[in-house]
Structures are given as C-alpha cells and as structure tokens.
C-alpha cells in the first residue's frame, strides 16, 4: 500500500488538500484522495467539502476529472451517497479504486452499483494514475 506522497508522482501535485478526514492531491486533470483510517465518509461530513472546493479550484463541475481513491488506509463510505453527487449536478470522467486487499475489491463492486461512469478498479497507484493520463490523452487525439 503505498501513499501517493511516497511516489514520483507526488512532485507533480498542483495542490493538496489536507482535511481531518483525508488528503486529496490536485493534479491538471485528475484527483487522488487518500481517506484517513477508521472514517465513515459520508456526503453530508465529508464528499459536499471536498466537492465544493475542488469545483471552484477547477472551475468547473468534475465532468472533465478523473477521480482515484487510493485505499490505503481501512474506513468506511455510504456508496448510496453517490446520488447526492449527482443530484448536485457534479460529474466525473472517470473514477478509480485503488485497492490493495480483496475486501476492498468487493466493495467497490458494491459502489459500482450507485457510480454514474467510468469505474476501474486497480491494485496499485501507478496503473490508476496511468489509466488516468490515457483518458486525458484519448480526449487530445480526438
């Protein structure tokens, strides 16, 4: 499991926001977020803070961003709360999971259901990070 801080990628960061709940590492054109330990991520105590900050930085609603949850650390999150993203009007271009034990794959199967988009899952960061370079790469080819 390894931190996003402890990779090259990390140097690249445009900006970081640090949260009691987790970190979230703001990159041109995708997003990695890393929840803290034991957090049971809900809309309304966390998702809504971070979505509202990262729209205004970005200037826009997400339908241009690729969001990866770097999993390293065991918490909890409401998969159903994905309807309030949406309901909200926020958007993603694409969304990975980066899971590092076979529980969080199957949870994330779990959230896939409430997940609008692209999901992919992984099983390290640099293939979820290069997986999200494509879909920027893919956009400039056509």
Known sequence: MKSIKSSPFYYHAIHVLEYSF???????NFIVGEIK?????????????VVEEISHLYDQNGKDLIYISNRIHSYSLVPSD????????????????VSYT????????????????????????DDA????KSLKNKENAA
């Open 37 to 49: 330990k034991d957090i049971v991520f809900t809309w309304n105590d966390h998702a809504k803070i």
């Open 82 to 97: 994905w309807i309030y993203f949406f309901k909200h009007s926020y958007n993603l271009k694409g969304y990975g999971i």
């Open 129 to 132: 990070i290069l997986w999200a």
């Open 102 to 125: 076979q529980k969080g794959m199957l949870n994330s199967i779990l959230e896939k259901i409430f997940m609008r988009g692209k999901l992919r899952n992984f099983n390290n960061l």
């Open 22 to 28: 987790g970190d979230f590492f703001l990159f041109e």
